[in-house]
């Protein structure tokens, strides 16, 4: 089979004429990690893997980050469960996000395999951090150049996340837990801007779920160039629904990219297995 790489609209790029439940030739590999590192996330159709062969394509890319607060698969702990149940109210990811900005070497990126999809619903939205930052206005990419900003993970897995429903709920169900872990963790600084280990372009790099604070500044100061930032930073042209169907695989670049899970099938399940890849701490524009 002969590769092609089709940009997906205005985020990502769809990877044809690949089987993921084989190993991939080097030429082949080379040209996804090239479209990875270029687009942000790559979309994958038409796969029939199995969880080893998931979790092979994974190591491929390095390390596995055994998540600490997502249900796992009873057979396969390299793989967090993606859920929600035709009962449930709240979905996993329902808000824009990039996963793993806690740690402090966030995750490289986290490949969604669709097991189970509702009849309709379920997208998921993508927005590049790479296009953000491109569009920022100079007064505002001045503003935030050369900043650094605290992540947290505390305020949305640990013991005092009471005022997030959707938080309390999927906790009460199984789906989110481990609160004491979070509750222990210490809070990395990242820049505000990196410069992406792949590509050596520019991304903004920080999101409405996990950064708390920019230092430096005062903390109402703080909060309002984050809101500012993140109102730039969701606007319609930096995004891209996909679209789940049978067989859809999403491999998206948590140092490039926002997601968000929309909530919009009730009633129906969907059900998803997601393994993460560990990643490596981040540069700022003058380290870059």
């Known amino acids: 089979m002969t590769i092609e790489i089709r940009t997906h609209g205005r985020v990502g790029a769809e990877v044809l004429g690949v089987d993921l439940s084989r190993p991939l030739p080097e030429a082949e590999f080379a040209q996804v990690r090239a479209a990875f590192a270029e687009h942000g996330v790559v979309f994958f159709r038409d796969q029939s893997i199995t969880e080893d062969q998931h979790i092979a394509f994974a190591r491929r890319w390095g390390p596995i980050n055994i998540n600490r607060f997502f249900a796992a698969h009873p057979g396969y702990p390299e793989i967090a ?68 900003a605290v992540h947290s993970a505390r305020h949305v897995f640990g013991s005092k996340a009471a005022v997030y429903e959707a938080v309390q709920d999927t906790r009460s169900d199984g789906r989110i837990g481990n609160a004491a872990a979070a509750d222990v963790l210490d809070d990395p600084v990242h820049p505000v801007v990196i410069v992406h280990p792949l590509s050596g372009k520019r991304a903004v790099y920080v999101n409405p779920s996990f950064t708390v604070r920019i230092l430096g500044v005062a903390d109402e100061e703080s909060q309002d160039l984050l809101a500012e930032v993140y109102e730039h930073c969701k606007k ?51 380290a870059g």
Not at 237 to 258: L, V, Y
């Open 236 to 286: 319609p042209e930096f995004q891209e629904d996909f679209h789940w169907r049978d067989g859809s695989i999403a491999f998206w670049d948590n140092r490039a990219t926002w997601h968000y899970a929309y909530n919009d099938y009730h009633g129906h399940r969907r059900a998803m297995h997601r393994i993460t890849i560990e990643g490596v701490a981040l540069k700022d524009q003058a």
């Open 81 to 148: 469960l993606v859920v929600k149940e035709p009962e449930q109210q709240h979905n996993i990811g329902g808000g824009w996000h990039t996963d793993h900005s806690y740690d402090f070497e966030p995750a490289l990126g986290s490949i969604l395999a669709a097991r189970e999809l509702p009849p309709e619903g379920g997208a998921t939205a993508f927005a590049s951090m790479y296009a953000a930052y491109d569009g920022l206005p100079e007064k505002l990419k001045a503003r935030i150049e050369g900043r650094r």
